[in-house]
């Protein structure tokens, strides 16, 4: 079976052991996942986030790569099109706050998108669960959004500006 199909059905069992030891043994494997965070299925899409948060766990180096790739996407003209990264960045900050410290101020300089600002506060409220004070840093930023848009994101905002970022999956 190809690498690409090995992936799709470790995803699709819900493996992340199985996609761990597939990515230390054929590094090039994390290729498919990225590709798997825009799949129609949100179920893999959120697998494939997971799997790439646990990736940049055992491997920062890939993590770091990742986190530079997505934020490559999130930059392109058409940044909506890059907007399925963002779980796998809160996935990362969740697995490893220090490597995504260093892409939170980029990634809240573009919460002005209204199509990327639903994902960016998702994925910085999953951040928030291992890393409140990484959250902090940016709070002047959210505050500039705390009445704008609908009202998931409203209270997406209020519990990162108060700290109660726990079950933000459903907000």
Known sequence: MRLK??????LRRGDRQGLEKLVAEQPRAVGALQGRLWD??????????????TVAATHPELGT???????????DESATNGAPV????????????ELVAPFIGPMTAMLW???LRPGILRALCRIAE????LIEEVHDRLEVYENKGDSVQRA???RLLKGSVGGVNGA
């Open 86 to 97: 963002l779980p796998a960045i809160g996935e990362i900050g969740a697995n490893r706050p």
């Open 113 to 115: 998108d209204d199509g």
């Open 5 to 10: 199909g090995m992936v799709m059905e470790m």
């Open 156 to 158: 997406l905002i209020g």
């Open 65 to 75: 790569e990742l986190l530079r790739r997505a934020m490559w996407a999130l930059n």
């Open 130 to 133: 291992a890393a409140p004070e």
């Open 40 to 53: 129609v299925d949100p179920e893999i899409r959120d697998r494939a986030a997971q799997a790439i948060g």
